[in-house]
């Protein structure tokens, strides 16, 4: 193993995934919390696209946005966690290199599908709350199906260069990944020759799409705020507000964690490694988990309907 970590080769056949550094003897228990999450995870959004394919009265644009956004959320935790657990429980560190590259696009693809999705979402609360009388006619069942794809189209193709590029490098250091998880900006360190190109690339997708869909989201919530408070009863106001409650719960779930470890990466560079490591696990594996409690706490619509459930089940 020792040799594959320092002779030269241009395409490794394996690399090795570390875990956390530096705190392999708690691997076991620091899987417990983990594991936890994404059972919370699969549980909640499951029972969210139940419930959205059960009610007919959920068929709106609203629940479409939020099952995409449950269905992505499943994606993404499942891309990191059943290899996390493997090292965590049974030391299997090895990854292929295919395999590596591919867990690599679904992570930042479905990261950036999610913020698409926010976006979609923000588009909705906007056209029901500033133009509610249009809000049918304007958000029809095939302009949800279109937005839908066009997110999935933007994620899928904004990211197929992260596989690529990093599939041309020549790694000759190590094919030692000090995390879990195949994460771009790891892989590409790796190389041996300048990467200036991925990094570049990196650096694109941070602020031209997911630093474009905040700008969106922050416009869409600043003319809705404005709606909102030129409403003329308090009692109004704070109706209207709560129909987009859930939805800014779940923004600033997926977009304050993400600055906090940008932030983190730049300026706090004495902070151990294993710390930036359960960081940014728990980045991943936060939202997904968050996302349909938040949704079913906040949603009346989709709380009474749970509870329904649940009465009829015991029943």
Same mark, same amino acid.
């Given at each position: 193993?020792?040799?594959?970590?320092?002779?030269?080769?241009?395409?490794?056949?394996?690399?090795?995934?570390?875990?956390?550094?530096?705190?392999e003897?708690a691997?076991?228990?620091?899987?417990?919390?983990?594991?936890?999450?994404?059972?919370?995870?699969?549980?909640?959004?499951?029972?969210?696209?139940?419930?959205?394919?059960?009610?007919?009265?959920?068929?709106?644009?609203?629940?479409?946005?939020?099952?995409? +956004?449950?269905?992505?959320?499943?994606?993404?935790?499942?891309?990191?966690?059943?290899?996390?657990?493997?090292?965590?429980?049974?030391?299997?560190?090895?990854?292929?290199?295919?395999?590596? +590259?591919?867990?690599?696009?679904?992570?930042?693809?479905?990261?950036?599908?999610?913020?698409?999705?926010?976006?979609?979402?923000?588009?909705?609360?906007?056209? !029901?709350?500033?133009?509610?009388?249009?809000?049918?006619?304007?958000?029809?069942?095939?302009?949800?199906?279109?937005?839908?794809?066009?997110?999935?189209?933007?994620?899928g193709?904004?990211?197929?260069p992260?596989?690529?590029? $990093?599939?041309?490098?020549?790694?000759?250091?190590t094919?030692?990944?000090?995390q879990?998880?195949c994460?771009?900006? !790891?892989?590409?360190? +790796?190389?041996?020759?300048?990467?200036?190109?991925?990094?570049?690339?990196?650096?694109?997708? +941070?602020?031209?799409?997911?630093?474009?869909?905040?700008?969106?989201?922050?416009?869409?919530?600043?003319q809705?705020?404005?709606?909102?408070?030129?409403?003329?009863?308090?009692?109004?106001?704070?109706?209207?507000?709560?129909?987009?409650g859930?939805?800014?719960?779940?923004?600033?779930?997926?977009?304050?964690?993400?600055?906090?470890?940008?932030?983190?990466?730049?300026?706090?560079?004495?902070?151990?490694?294993h710390?930036?490591?359960?960081?940014?696990? $728990?980045?991943?594996?936060?939202?997904?988990?968050?996302?349909?409690?938040?949704?079913?706490?906040?949603?009346?619509?989709?709380?009474?309907?749970?509870?329904?459930?649940?009465?009829?089940?015991?029943?």
């Amino acid at each position: 193993m020792s040799d594959s970590n320092t002779t030269e080769f241009t395409n490794p056949s394996t690399f090795i995934l570390l875990g956390i550094p530096g705190l392999e003897a708690a691997h076991v228990w620091i899987s417990i919390p983990f594991s936890t999450m994404y059972v919370i995870a699969v549980l909640g959004n499951f029972t969210v696209l139940c419930i959205v394919k059960r009610e007919p009265s959920l068929h709106a644009p609203m629940y479409y946005f939020l099952c995409m +956004l449950a269905v992505t959320d499943l994606v993404l935790s499942t891309s990191i966690l059943p290899k996390m657990l493997s090292i965590f429980w049974f030391n299997s560190r090895e990854i292929d290199f295919s395999a590596c +590259l591919t867990q690599m696009y679904f992570i930042h693809c479905f990261s950036v599908m999610v913020s698409g999705i926010l976006v979609a979402m923000a588009l909705d609360r906007y056209v !029901a709350i500033c133009h509610p009388l249009r809000h049918s006619t304007i958000l029809t069942n095939p302009l949800v199906a279109k937005i839908g794809l066009a997110v999935v189209l933007r994620s899928g193709m904004v990211i197929l260069p992260y596989p690529i590029l $990093a599939r041309l490098w020549p790694y000759c250091r190590t094919n030692v990944i000090p995390q879990p998880y195949c994460a771009h900006i !790891a892989v590409v360190n +790796l190389a041996c020759a300048d990467t200036r190109v991925s990094s570049y690339y990196g650096l694109f997708v +941070l602020f031209f799409v997911t630093g474009l869909d905040g700008i969106f989201i922050a416009v869409s919530y600043t003319q809705i705020l404005r709606t909102i408070f030129s409403l003329p009863t308090k009692d109004a106001r704070l109706k209207t507000l709560g129909t987009c409650g859930s939805h800014i719960f779940v923004i600033l779930a997926f977009y304050i964690p993400g600055l906090f470890m940008s932030l983190m990466h730049r300026f706090a560079q004495n902070v151990p490694l294993h710390f930036h490591v359960l960081i940014g696990n $728990a980045y991943l594996l936060m939202p997904p988990m968050l996302n349909p409690i938040i949704y079913g706490v906040k949603t009346k619509e989709i709380r009474v309907r749970l509870l329904r459930l649940f009465t009829h089940t015991g029943a």
